[in-house]
């Protein structure tokens, strides 16, 4: 898969096709259906594989959110799944490809050991039932709108410059976007690791009802 994922890399979803991966690990294309059956096949090897690059359990701690009343956030289980999601992220951003791919329905053995390690750490606090399936994919959710929009987003400062000038000179229609500079925020990181910081307030205030 190291290949493929190289190929992905260097070319994005258009640019694989299994002539040019037979090619690249000195294959035939007829050897290659040995393996799998299609193209699509071999993207979802490689996305998986990705997950892969580093254990859910390995990942190293990320920055852990400050609670909504500025006091430390509440846990080791908010700091293990801040470190989880965090790297997740970073590593989908790494093969920008993959964002075009979260749709596809794909239950790789990457892909589930996260999925495993996210809820187990939710499990530990507590939480059971309707909430722990809710708390779940509230927080797979969040991840994934943030890398969409993360990866998906790609303007230049000069861009977002021009953009944040034209809601001012409409700013009677935008009042608030324009007076809140709606164009020139660009902390992607913080603003990811700030968010997650409410969901996981919420999910904490919900457990404890």
Known sequence: MDEAVA???EEGIDGLTMRRLA???GSGVTTLYWHVDTKDDVVDLALDAILGELPP???ASG???AAADGSAADGEWR?????LLADWRTTMLRHPWSAALLQRPTLGPNLLARMEFLQATLVRPGFTGAHLHTATWTLY??????????ASFQLSEEDRETAQRRLRDRSEEFPTLSAHQYMLED???GTFVTGLGYVLDGI???GKR
């Open 23 to 25: 090619e690249r690990i």
């Open 7 to 9: 190929l992905l890399d």
């Open 204 to 206: 904490a205030a919900a």
């Open 79 to 83: 700091v293990a799944i801040v470190a």
């Open 141 to 150: 959710n969040y991840l994934m709108g943030a890398t969409v929009a993360r």
């Open 57 to 59: 359990d390995g990942a």
């Open 187 to 189: 902390d992607w990181d």
């Open 63 to 65: 920055e852990q959110p």
